[in-house]
Antibody, heavy 123, light 112 residues
């Protein structure tokens, strides 16, 4: 079975940094594009970043571009999100999501999701 | 950005009846492979989203056949025939055609 387990969330002050991790198992990690999607408390879903299976395509939502960096270490079956210059409005549950394939147009949507990790940005 | 607009925002349906949720995209989601890049998700409280339908009308393995998706141009529909108690959730559409992948605002489905 596919499993995705996020970690690294917590309480951070505005302007601070956090690094989220997502470890995958039950599939060939480097064969799939991966995403980060977040959900503010009581709100809807917001896609924030994608990295292709070969890491040659990386995309960001405007709301995080220049502050967040997505990366992956296929030797560790891990996906990362480095979050800098955090703002109060970045408070959310952060989910990692696995696509159905390696590339943007071949892969399909997020078909498997982790349970999420909560990031709280507050003084 | 492609804007995804769902309707209604909330819906109450009796058990055993049909529920219909609509999603309109601000532009075509049809790629040159003749596939519409539209997904439907179900999210229950305290849980991550669950993929129900991809490519606008392909039910994911294991999803009950009372769930179906359809498309007409830029109008997409999720239909749940014979509503069950376990279908109470928030439903989201998402386009994965262009970056950024955008979601609809969600439709809260309840039992009448």
């Amino acid at each position: 079975d596919v499993q995705l387990v996020e970690s690294g969330g917590g309480l951070v002050q505005p302007g601070g940094s956090l690094r989220l991790s997502c470890v995958g198992s039950g599939f060939i990690f480097n064969s799939f594009g991966m995403n980060w999607v977040r959900q503010a408390p009581g709100k809807g879903l917001e896609w924030i970043s994608y990295i292709s299976g070969s890491s040659d395509k990386i995309y960001y939502a405007d709301s995080v571009r220049g502050r967040f960096t997505i990366s992956r270490d296929d030797s560790e079956n891990s996906l990362y999100l480095q979050m800098n210059s955090l703002r109060v409005e970045d408070t959310a549950i952060y989910y990692c999501g696995k696509d159905g394939g390696s590339t943007w147009y071949q892969g399909g949507p997020q078909e498997d999701w982790g349970q999420g990790t909560l990031v709280t940005v507050s003084t | 950005d492609i804007v995804m607009t769902q309707s209604p925002d909330s819906l109450a349906v009796s058990l055993g009846e049909r529920a219909t949720i609509n999603c309109k995209s601000s532009q075509s989601l049809l790629y040159s492979n003749n596939k519409n890049y539209l997904a439907w998700y179900q999210q229950k409280p305290g849980q991550p989203p669950k993929l129900l339908i991809d490519w606008a009308s392909t039910r994911v393995f294991g999803v009950p056949d009372r769930f179906s998706g359809s498309v007409s141009g830029t109008d997409f529909t999720l239909t749940i025939t014979s509503l069950q108690a376990e279908d109470v959730a928030v439903y989201y559409c998402q386009q994965y055609y262009l970056t950024p992948r955008t979601f609809g605002q969600g439709t809260k489905l309840e039992i009448k």
